[in-house]
């Protein structure tokens, strides 16, 4: 008999401790739409605005380029040995040296390819990458094969400046990696 009084005192305890429970946020939520105001009874008037967008005529310089527009970047191009920055506790200077950009085909505003680079450990990478242009004619974005992303400004019918960075891994002996360099169609022979 006293196992079932506890038995009974317990539960009844735990269910009124459920009931203030609810109460609290019973209480909670109408104090909260008292304070933000959604038992008004007084009707609001909401105005609505429009704005007028004005309609223009794109000129020539505005233009967006089309595909026939792109520059054709297909073929070889080299770099300048150029210098770029390791990142990992500390910032740290690294020699570049050569790279070299393949451009294998290239359709309208996508252009696909490969490159060829020295690693620190003295091994060739050989990446696969490929390259959209903006609209604007001149700046490709490319991303490789491991995740480096490019932005390349075409600054001359042979020449390419390009700001690359990477997140790290083997080609960048785990550390985080940004640089610049200028590259240059290699002419056919």
Same mark, same amino acid.
């Given at each position: 008999?006293?196992?079932?009084?506890? #038995?009974? #005192?317990?539960?009844?305890?735990? !269910?009124?401790?459920?009931?203030?429970?609810?109460?609290?946020?019973?209480?909670?939520?109408?104090? =909260?739409?008292?304070? $933000?105001?959604?038992?008004?009874?007084?009707?609001?008037?909401?105005?609505?605005?429009?704005?007028?967008?004005?309609?223009?005529?794109?000129?020539?310089?505005? $233009?967006?380029?089309?595909?026939?527009?792109?520059?054709?970047? =297909?073929?070889?191009?080299?770099?300048?040995?150029?210098?770029?920055?390791?990142?990992?506790?500390?910032?740290?200077?690294? @020699?570049?040296?050569?790279?070299?950009?393949?451009?294998?085909?290239?359709?309208?505003?996508? @252009?696909?390819?490969?490159?060829?680079?020295?690693?620190?450990?003295?091994?060739? @990478?050989?990446?696969?990458?490929?390259?959209?242009?903006?609209?604007?004619?001149?700046?490709?974005?490319?991303? !490789?094969?491991?995740?480096?992303?490019?932005?390349?400004?075409?600054?001359?019918?042979?020449?390419?400046?390009?700001?690359?960075?990477?997140?790290?891994?083997? !080609?960048?002996?785990?550390? @985080?990696?940004?640089?610049?360099?200028?590259?240059?169609?290699?002419?056919?022979?």
């Amino acid at each position: 008999m006293e196992k079932e009084i506890i #038995y009974w #005192y317990n539960r009844i305890t735990e !269910d009124m401790k459920s009931f203030q429970i609810s109460i609290l946020l019973f209480a909670i939520l109408i104090v =909260t739409l008292f304070v $933000a105001g959604c038992t008004s009874s007084t009707p609001q008037t909401v105005l609505l605005t429009t704005t007028q967008v004005p309609t223009t005529t794109a000129s020539p310089g505005n $233009a967006l380029a089309s595909m026939t527009e792109y520059p054709n970047i =297909t073929g070889v191009w080299i770099s300048d040995g150029e210098a770029g920055y390791y990142l990992n506790t500390t910032i740290q200077p690294v @020699a570049i040296g050569k790279n070299t950009w393949i451009f294998t085909s290239q359709h309208g505003h996508i @252009a696909e390819g490969y490159k060829v680079f020295k690693q620190p450990d003295g091994t060739y @990478a050989n990446q696969t990458l490929v390259g959209i242009f903006d609209p604007d004619g001149k700046s490709v974005y490319m991303i !490789d094969q491991p995740g480096g992303w490019a932005k390349g400004t075409i600054v001359g019918p042979d020449t390419m400046f390009l700001v690359l960075t990477h997140i790290g891994g083997k !080609d960048t002996g785990g550390n @985080a990696f940004a640089m610049t360099m200028t590259f240059h169609r290699q002419k056919s022979q």
